[in-house]
Each structure stands twice: as structure tokens, then as C-alpha cells.
């Protein structure tokens, strides 16, 4: 049975047609019907439609006949993007094959190569595929140039195909069984299987999407989940399937299943743990698990303050379903009572918001987000720092140690100057560059990740006409001179809008915000000072100008000591107004300091 079984990924940059191709697969082997059919059909969350990006893993089990023999296709769907790289390297690991899908018109891009590294770290027998070949910009000879440069696979028998026409879809399959070996592993031995996804089903509870390793998985059994130390009972196995799970008693070795424990939280079966017997427990578990780490941060308020215990509900059931977010209440004078809530990067901060709001109908308010920061105190206690407003007073510690990142950037070399500048503006020092062709050149830099989580993206797409592509990993901290800038309002603090800036660039940036600020705060009857300050240090104002509230206009004439009498009365109401008036800032405000360069 294990030699009729194929493991495989598709690993590919976001839009490159790795979901249309798990659908011409899926259709190809009869696993769904025409009637049934669907675009997308792996993607399961309205938002992953809608962006044209794959956000879960999915999974399925497919049947396909070569020369009379019947071979079971396990298809691992992985995300594209850099922030659920984990996942992607999870997925990796569960297979024995991975298909490189690189868009013919646009050649390889940063987060192909990060995959490819990954899959290669895994010793994966990886088949490039060529995809979109049927689009008028097609040039498959100088992407297969481009693999070969860039990562060094032999692209001489890459196979050209269209997942949208179908094109070289059944040659795609007989290479998949050719090519890519049968799962390796002893049955006889005691249940080793990897978790590799895990979801939150409203009947079933918590289900974990497992690859068995050694042994078997059967229905009943008392399995061990080594990571967190518990015990459970089996109580339903399934296959998956684009449309009805298949239930099956045993999931064997090499075979790829779900596991149903009635479990309520999916943070028990965490991806990258591993299943075991009880009784017959493996001696060692499968390498590579760790825990989730969130890179940036953010506060998210409800906007009707009221609707706070409705938020806490809703990340409870948000985080049912993705273990990945953390969280934890926090107040803001200016915003009321909110959670810091911890993603692992900006397109899953942007993704969870986008949720709370659709599927539990609330307003929010994200604050600018911010990554942690390792503040040593005068005392030597090293401490984590989420949140702007945490950071001790000046004498009170220091150093500031922020992290890096190794950022590499695929371009066209027309943009090459815009990029270069754009990186050194943002405090990035070059590492490498590499023409991969007359055309086409790689960077590698390293950058501080606090540089890159506010509109980095944005603006690289913009200054490269949307052309260049970016991939990031982790590198560790380092010391930076680094400040804490407040906003004050009125004299008064708004802690939601601190941030923490590199000292070199804190005037302009006060600058910058407090200009920026003043187009937003309404005028009142008083003026308003808006100022920007380190510690106690000012250094930058703007003042919004009082409305001019004529209250001469009912003096038909007289004496003029009659109106200079009204105005001295206005002007010392005015100071009465400007000690105890109070300024409701717009929600923009808060969306203006994500647009400070």
C-alpha cells in the first residue's frame, strides 16, 4: 500500500496559480464533480477568495489511476506568504515532493526562494512547474533560466503548464507518481505521526490534520501528544476531501489523515507536535517543533466603547480556530479599554482585524503596530517591550535592543536606485546583490523589523510600479539609539499615538506628525496646542486655531469700549475653556501615524 502513496506540496509566490492548479488536480483525478466545481476550492475563508491568497493550509486526499495501478495523491495546499512560514515549513516536512509553480510571465519571485529553502532543507524532491504559459507575456525559457541562477535546480525537463486551461495537467500527474517517492516508515513500530494543521469544527472540537510517520493511528486508541504532555482517546478518524470528510478506522503509515480527539481548544494539538501511542510511546519526537511566535503588535479598541466584552468574546473564538494570535487587556485614556493583541506580521494583523469585524459585526480601531523590543534596566534586568507606554523613563535603563530582520528583494533593475534608496532610508544595511539576468537583479539586506511593519510594503510597491517582490526572515537583536516620541494634545499625553523611532529621525518625524495631526484635530473655542515631545523635551508644535465666534455681532454700534469690554470677557473664558476642555480626537488620527514616512 505505502508504495502506491505520493505526499506532495504546491509551494509558490502569492498569484502565481497555486490554488487554480489544486483545483485542475482535484477536477483531473474526478475527486469532485463538474457540477460541483468551484474556483478555489482548497480556500475555504471568504477573505482568502475575495485577496486571491491562501491564508490555511488545506489538505486533500486524491485518487488517480497510471497504467491500470490506482495511487492515492495526498495534496498540501501551504500558504504563500512570509508571516505563516511556519506552517509552510510544517506542511514541508509532512511531504515527500513538493511542485515549484513559478508564473511564466513574471519569473521567480522573494517568497518562492524562501519556500525552496525550506523544501530543500527537508530533502524534497522538488518538480518546477511552469505555470500560466498560455498568457501573451509567457517567456517559460527565461524563468527556467532564472530557477536554474537563482537556486540551482536542473529546470531541463520543467513541465510548461496553464492551471487555468488545463494545459499539461495529466502530464503534471504521471510526473507526480514517477517522480516523487513512496513515504518511508515502519509499520510495525510504536505511532509516530507529525501535526501539521489544526482548526476548530463547532461539532467535532478541535481536529489535527496528522501524517503518520511509524505505525498507525486507530479508531479508539489512546494516544499521547507529546508536546503538551496529555493523553486522549481517538474517537473518529476521516480522510480529507474538497467536499465530505471520509471516515475511515485506521490512518496507516505514510498516509495523511485527520484526528478527531473532542478537544475544545485547538491550542492542544499545536502544528508540529507530534502523536504517539500511550502505552507504546516513540523515543523521540519529530524534530522541528516550536512554539508560535508573534512579531508584531497592536492595540485593538472597540470603537463604541460599550462593546468591550463583545471584543474579549470574539478573540476567544478567533483564537479557537488560529492559536497563532496572543492577547491581553489594556486601557488607553485616550481609546478606553482594548487588547494588545500579538500576529505574526502585518497581513495576519490585517487578516484577524478584517475578521472580527465581518464575522462578529465590530467597529475597531487598530493602533499603529510595534514589535518587541529587549530593554536592559540600570538594575541589568533585561525586559520585553510590546507596547510604546511600557518603556521605562529615561533613567531608568540603558539600552534598547530592537530586531532585525535579513529582508531579501526581487526587482526589475529599472527600479534598482528607488529601492536602494528606500532601504537606506529605512536604516538598511546591503548585504548582497546578484544579477540574476540583464533584467532582473536579487538584494539582501538587513533591516530593523520596526522599519518595516508600518508602510514598508506600500511603499516598496510603489516606488518598483508594484514589480519587485519582498521576503523576510528573523535574524535576532541588536543595540539601536532608540527614543520613545509622545503626542500631547491639549497638554495632555495620548498614549495610544507613542512610538518608538531611531533618535536620528526623531525631530522630523515629530514634525511630520504633529503637521499631519493638526489637519485632523476639529477646532474647538480655545485653541489647541498639538505638540510632540521626548521625555520632557518639546520638539515640535503646531496650534489649531480657535473658531471665531463673533460675539460683537449683537453691538448695533456705541461705544467701542462697550466690544473691547465683550472680548476681554471671551478671553478669559477662553483660558477657563483651555483648563478644563476636553478634545475628542477622529479615528484617523490614530490611521494617520501609520502613514508617517
Excluded at 530 to 558: D, F, H, L, P, W
Aim: overall charge negative.
Amino acid at each position: 500500500m505505502q508504495k502506491y502513496i505520493r505526499n506532495f506540496s504546491i509551494i509558490a509566490h502569492i498569484d502565481h496559480g497555486k490554488s487554480t492548479l489544486a483545483d485542475r488536480l482535484i477536477q483531473e483525478c474526478g475527486a469532485v464533480s463538474a457540477r460541483e466545481m468551484t474556483a478555489q476550492m482548497m480556500d475555504t475563508m471568504d477573505i482568502e477568495k475575495e485577496r486571491g491568497i491562501t491564508i490555511k493550509a488545506q489538505s486533500v486526499r486524491l485518487t488517480y489511476v497510471k497504467e491500470g495501478q490506482i495511487y492515492i495523491l495526498n495534496l498540501i495546499d501551504t500558504p504563500g506568504h512570509v508571516d505563516f512560514s511556519y506552517e509552510v515549513s510544517r506542511s514541508l516536512a509532512s511531504s515527500d515532493g513538493a511542485l515549484l509553480v513559478v508564473d511564466a510571465s513574471q519569473g521567480v519571485e522573494a517568497q518562492t526562494i524562501a519556500n525552496v529553502y525550506i523544501a530543500l532543507e527537508n530533502n524534497l524532491e522538488i518538480i518546477p512547474v511552469i505555470n500560466k504559459i498560455d498568457l501573451p507575456a509567457a517567456d517559460p525559457d527565461r524563468v527556467k533560466d532564472e530557477i536554474e541562477h537563482t537556486i540551482g535546480l536542473d529546470c531541463s525537463n520543467a513541465l510548461n503548464v496553464s492551471a487555468k486551461s488545463g494545459l499539461g495537467i495529466r502530464e503534471l500527474l504521471d510526473t507526480i507518481v514517477d517522480k516523487i517517492p513512496s513515504p518511508v516508515g515502519n509499520t510495525n513500530a510504536p505511532t509516530k505521526a507529525l501535526i501539521y494543521d489544526s482548526w476548530f469544527d463547532n461539532y467535532l472540537g478541535a481536529l489535527a490534520l496528522v501524517r503518520v510517520y511509524d505505525g498507525s493511528i486507530k479508531k479508539g486508541q489512546e494516544v499521547y501528544v507529546m508536546g503538551t504532555g496529555k493523553k486522549h482517546e481517538v474517537l473518529n478518524l476521516m480522510y480529507p476531501h474538497p467536499l465530505v470528510l471520509e471516515k475511515t478506522p485506521e490512518i496507516k503509515t505514510g498516509e495523511v489523515g485527520i484526528v478527531v480527539l473532542g478537544l475544545k481548544n485547538v491550542g492542544d494539538v499545536k502544528v508540529g507536535d507530534t502523536i504517539t501511542d500511550f502505552r507504546n510511546k516513540t523515543k523521540e519526537a519529530i524534530a522541528g517543533f516550536k512554539e508560535v511566535k508573534q512579531f508584531v503588535f497592536a492595540g485593538l479598541y472597540p470603537i463604541e466603547t460599550d462593546k468591550f466584552e463583545e471584543l474579549r468574546d470574539a478573540l476567544d473564538k478567533l483564537k479557537l480556530n488560529d492559536s497563532s494570535i496572543s492577547y491581553e487587556p489594556e486601557t488607553s485614556a485616550a481609546l478606553g479599554f482594548g487588547f494588545r493583541v500579538g500576529f505574526l506580521g502585518l497581513l495576519h494583523m490585517e487578516v484577524i482585524k478584517e475578521r472580527l469585524e465581518r464575522e462578529f459585526d465590530l467597529d475597531l480601531i487598530a493602533t499603529a503596530p510595534t514589535v518587541t523590543y529587549k530593554v536592559t534596566t540600570t538594575k541589568g534586568v533585561v525586559i520585553d517591550i510590546q507596547n510604546p507606554s511600557q518603556l521605562p523613563p529615561v533613567n531608568e535603563y540603558e539600552e534598547i535592543q530592537e530586531p532585525y530582520v535579513k529582508a531579501t528583494v526581487l526587482t526589475p533593475t529599472e527600479f534598482l536606485g528607488n529601492i536602494i534608496t528606500l532601504m537606506n532610508n529605512k536604516r538598511g544595511s546591503q548585504k548582497k546583490m546578484d544579477y540574476l539576468s540583464p533584467e532582473r537583479v536579487l538584494l539582501e539586506y538587513e533591516i530593523p523589523l520596526n522599519e518595516i511593519v508600518m508602510d514598508f510594503y506600500d511603499k516598496l510597491k510603489s516606488v518598483s510600479k508594484g514589480y519587485a517582490s519582498f521576503d523576510y526572515e528573523p535574524i535576532g537583536y541588536q543595540v539601536g539609539d532608540l527614543v520613545k516620541l509622545d503626542l500631547l494634545v491639549a497638554g495632555e499625553p495620548v498614549d495610544a499615538l507613542s512610538i518608538i523611532v531611531p533618535r536620528v529621525s526623531a525631530q522630523t518625524r515629530g514634525r511630520d506628525f504633529v503637521k499631519a495631526m493638526k489637519e485632523i484635530v476639529p477646532r474647538q473655542l480655545f485653541e489647541v496646542a498639538i505638540q510632540a515631545s521626548i521625555g520632557t523635551k518639546v520638539i515640535a508644535r503646531e496650534t489649531v486655531k480657535s473658531m471665531g465666534k463673533n460675539v460683537t455681532a449683537k453691538c448695533y454700534g456705541g461705544d467701542i469700549t462697550r466690544k473691547r469690554k465683550l472680548l476681554e470677557k471671551q478671553k478669559e473664558g477662553k483660558k477657563r475653556m483651555k483648563s478644563i476642555g476636553k478634545v475628542q480626537l477622529p479615528q484617523e488620527a490614530f490611521l494617520t501615524i501609520l502613514k508617517l514616512d
